[in-house]
């Protein structure tokens, strides 16, 4: 069992940068992929990036390339999301999520993710 814990999230301006990170514990960091969400409300939740267990691949939706950032300390057991040029549709609660069953994501739907963390609200105004 794989405990995963947002945080890092807040209020920021349009065009704002954030980072966020997500504490494991409970399984072997080093050996699964891991996986940033997030909802919007009154949306369903959608994939934003992954990574490996190596952190040597990485996987983003289409429309955040270049924008966001996915990575992480294997010797932190820390993941993190870098968000650079923040927008007010960027609103949402982020959520961490791991797959313990394999080194690489298996896909981008979330029901392929296992763990998840509580989530936390990044909230950007125009």
């Known amino acids: 069992q794989v405990q995963l814990v947002e945080s890092g999230g807040g209020l920021v301006q349009a065009g704002d940068s954030l980072r966020l990170s997500c504490a494991a514990s409970?399984?072997?960091?080093?050996?699964?992929?891991l996986g940033w969400f997030r909802q919007a409300p009154g949306k369903e939740r959608s994939f934003v990036a992954a990574?490996?267990?190596?952190?040597?691949?990485?996987y983003y939706a289409d429309s955040l390339k270049g924008r966001f950032s996915i990575s992480r300390d294997n010797a932190k057991n820390t993941l993190y999301l870098q968000m650079n040029s923040l927008k007010p549709e960027d609103t949402a609660v982020y959520y961490c999520?791991?797959?313990?069953?394999?080194?690489?994501?298996?896909?981008?739907?979330?029901?392929?993710?296992?763990?998840w963390g509580r989530g936390t609200q990044v909230t950007v105004s125009s």
């Open positions: 999520a791991a797959d313990p069953f394999s080194p690489r994501p298996r896909s981008t739907l979330p029901s392929d993710f296992v763990s």
């Open positions: 409970g399984h072997t960091f080093s050996t699964y992929a």
């Open positions: 990574i490996t267990y190596s952190g040597n691949s990485t």
